[in-house]
């Protein structure tokens, strides 16, 4: 056997392997900022304390990817030029985990220094009573990135 078809059946088995693998779980979290900060008071506290906190929490429990995207005044903006249907969602932001088992999570979410520190801190941000809550399988179909003109395919 040469080296090529060595490695064509080393990517087979990974390949096989992969679709035999467990989904990845994805949980959703739309929110809604404080009435009382503004989006640069919000993105500030996020970025600068909210994060750093969170974020050794996410590796201690195995959280694979922690994402948020903001819906600034300036995308509600854009939205209205896309055309979406009526009813589109005003949420402020989404938060995703990425998860390999939901029970990583609900660790996560009942660690004691974690409800004393991390869960106060989101009180000081989002209305957590309007917060809505969704969780599925987690499938990519495509994830081109274009970062600084080059192609990045992860």
């Known amino acids: 056997m040469n080296l090529l078809t060595t490695l064509f059946t080393f990517f087979l ?23 009382n900060l503004t989006e640069s008071e919000y993105h500030h506290h996020l970025t600068t ?32 030029r896309l055309r979406l249907p009526p009813g589109t969602e005003d ?8 998860m390999r088992d939901v029970e990583d999570f609900n660790r996560l979410w009942e660690d004691e220094e974690f409800v004393r520190t991390v869960k106060p801190d989101q009180g000081r941000l989002l ?17 081109d990135v274009d970062v600084g003109g080059e192609m990045v395919v992860q």
Not at 54 to 79: C, D, G, S
Not at 127 to 143: A, K, L, P, Q, S
């Open 49 to 80: 304390h909210h994060v750093p906190l969170v974020k050794p929490f996410l590796r201690k429990y195995n959280i694979l990817r922690y994402t948020l995207t903001h819906q600034t005044q300036a995308m509600k903006e854009a939205r209205k």
């Open 91 to 98: 949420y402020d932001v989404m938060v995703q985990f990425l």
């Open 13 to 35: 088995f990974l390949s096989a392997n992969a679709l035999q693998a467990t989904p990845l779980t994805m949980l959703t979290i739309k929110g809604y900022i404080l009435p």
């Open 127 to 143: 209305d957590e009573e309007r917060n809505v809550y969704t969780i599925g399988v987690y499938e990519t179909f495509m994830d």
